[in-house]
């Protein structure tokens, strides 16, 4: 959104553009068990994802190396890697013959293109982990112009608590990425009308519909992108 001509450049920053990824309104015809959701997100959604991030030849690291993550990479024609730790630390590791059908080829040297991160299980994997020791690990992996989409999986922070949202931005724009997009990611079919916001009946038993562990049922999923360079408006508005 564009700030008032009265407002100077400085002043605050600019939003970062808001995207959504709406869930399928119909079951598929054939449910395929061997590629399950991506932590929440369907098969589609992550390729699109994929697709929309890197170019036929790019190097994709999933931390979790999940399989959807990995069918989603070779089918679009990129390169999968594999983050390893030997005794010199962490280290990438790219299949031998790593090579997409397109023959657009890979500068090895070059780094990865797209890092796929769910979190908090992504930090777990770490030595020290935390969120921002993370990010300056992730951050060096990174080739210029490449990106790092966070999946948010934890759930709300306790009333008064900080949001790990804010925490885990915080700590990318510490290690020097740029926020570069909001995805909210639904998780279900969004209904016409929404029961669990009307007030509850007095005779109405906990039947399980409206709150899970107190809490409303969870719905969609925070996918957060950041990028290693920044646009040419986003260096405007920084």
């Not at 990824?21 to 992550?46: A, I, Y």
């Amino acid at each position: 959104m564009p700030k008032p001509s009265s407002t100077a450049p400085d002043d605050r920053p600019q939003p970062v553009p808001v995207g959504l990824l709406l869930s399928h309104t119909r079951t598929p015809r054939t449910h395929r068990l061997e590629v399950p959701d991506w932590h929440g997100l369907s098969p589609n959604h992550l390729a699109y994802l994929i697709r929309r991030y890197t170019d036929a030849g790019d190097v994709v690291l999933d931390l979790g190396t999940h399989p959807t993550a990995l069918a989603a990479t070779t089918y679009l024609h990129r390169i999968p890697a594999q983050l390893l730790t030997d005794s010199h630390g962490l280290c990438l590791r790219l299949p031998p013959t790593a090579r997409p059908n397109s023959g657009v080829p890979h500068q090895p040297d070059r780094g990865v293109d797209l890092i796929l991160a769910a979190l908090p299980q992504a930090i777990e994997r770490l030595p020290h982990g935390d969120v921002t020791t993370a990010m300056s690990t992730w951050r060096k992996l990174l080739r210029p112009g490449g990106f790092l989409i966070a999946g948010l999986t934890t759930t709300p922070p306790p009333p008064g608590g900080f949001s790990y949202r804010a925490t885990v931005i915080a700590a990318a724009r510490a290690a020097g990425l740029f926020y570069h997009q909001h995805i909210p990611a639904i998780l279900v079919p969004l209904p016409e009308h929404e029961p669990r916001t009307a007030p509850e009946r007095p005779d109405e038993g906990d039947d399980g519909k409206r709150l899970l562990a107190g809490r409303h049922l969870p719905a969609f999923r925070d996918l957060l992108v950041f990028g290693t360079t920044a646009t040419g408006e986003e260096n405007t508005h920084a």
